[in-house]
T-cell receptor, first 113, second 111 residues
Framework: AQSVSQHNHHVILSEAASLELGCNYS??????LFWYVQYPGQHLQLLLK??????LVKGIKGFEAEFIKSKFSFNLRKPSVQWSDTAEYFC???????????FGAGTILRVKS | DTGVSQDPRHKITKRGQNVTFRCDPI?????LYWYRQTLGQGPEFLTY????????KSRLLSDRFSAERPKGSFSTLEIQRTEQGDSAMYLC?????????FGQGTRLTVV
C-alpha cells in the first residue's frame, strides 16, 4: 500500500529563514505528487504539484519542490519564509491512474515575526 | 463563493445516533471525494464518485457508513449508530485527476 512520510511534525522558524520540509513516499510505480497547505481556519489548498517533466516545480507564494525519483522524495522549499506562511503543510501522492490521494501526517509550521 | 461547500460545519451527536453530512461540489467537477481527518493525521480517503457512480470505497468505510451522489451533483455521507471513534473532520473534495479542491469540512463530535 502507498504511504507518505513527513519528517517533522512541528517546525518553528524566524521570518526570513529558509524552509525545507521533507516528504518521502513508498510506491514503486509512476506517481503524481502534491503539496497542500491549510492556513488557520481555512480549507486545504493546493500549493504545487508534479506530474512529469522538470523535477523542480514552482508553486504559489514562492514555494518550490524537487522530485528525486531515486530517493522517493518530494521536499518542499522556500528561501525566505514570512509570518503569513504559518500553516500546516501536507504532502500527498496518487499513483498514475489512481483516484485517491494518500496524505502524510502533516507538518505544522510556525513562523515567528 | 464557487468553492466546495459542506454542511453542517459542526455536528455534536450522542453515541448511537445517525448523522448525515452534505457536500456541494464545484459544479463542473465530475469527481467527488470524501476524506476523514483526525487530530495529528492527514486526510484519509473514504470514497470516490465519478458522476453518480461510487467507484471506490476504502476499507475504513464500515457498513455503518454510506455515501450517495444522486444525479451526480451534491453528495451525502451518512453514519449510522455513531461511535466515539467516528469523531473526526469529514472533508469533501471535487476536481479531476490533476487537482482536488477541498471544502472546509464538517467536524463531528460524538459524545
Amino acid at each position: 500500500a502507498q504511504s507518505v512520510s513527513q519528517h517533522n511534525h512541528h517546525v518553528i522558524l524566524s521570518e526570513a529563514a529558509s524552509l525545507e520540509l521533507g516528504c518521502n513516499y513508498s510506491y514503486g510505480g509512476t506517481v503524481n505528487l502534491f503539496w497542500y497547505v491549510q492556513y488557520p481556519g481555512q480549507h486545504l489548498q493546493l500549493l504545487l504539484k508534479y506530474f512529469s517533466g522538470d523535477p523542480l516545480v514552482k508553486g504559489i507564494k514562492g514555494f518550490e519542490a524537487e522530485f528525486i525519483k531515486s530517493k522517493f522524495s518530494f521536499n518542499l522549499r522556500k528561501p525566505s519564509v514570512q509570518w503569513s506562511d504559518t500553516a500546516e503543510y501536507f504532502c500527498a501522492v496518487n499513483h498514475e491512474y489512481g483516484n485517491k490521494l494518500v496524505f502524510g501526517a502533516g507538518t505544522i509550521l510556525r513562523v515567528k515575526s | 463563493d464557487t468553492g466546495v461547500s459542506q454542511d453542517p460545519r459542526h455536528k455534536i451527536t450522542k453515541r448511537g445516533q445517525n448523522v448525515t453530512f452534505r457536500c456541494d461540489p464545484i459544479s463542473e467537477h465530475n469527481r467527488l471525494y470524501w476524506y476523514r481527518q483526525t487530530l495529528g493525521q492527514g486526510p484519509e480517503f473514504l470514497t470516490y464518485f465519478q458522476n453518480e457512480a461510487q467507484l471506490e470505497k476504502s476499507r475504513l468505510l464500515s457498513d455503518r457508513f454510506s455515501a450517495e451522489r444522486p444525479k451526480g451533483s451534491f453528495s451525502t455521507l451518512e453514519i449510522q449508530r455513531t461511535e466515539q471513534g467516528d469523531s473526526a473532520m469529514y472533508l469533501c473534495a471535487s476536481g479531476d485527476r490533476s487537482e482536488a479542491f477541498f471544502g472546509q469540512g464538517t467536524r463531528l463530535t460524538v459524545v
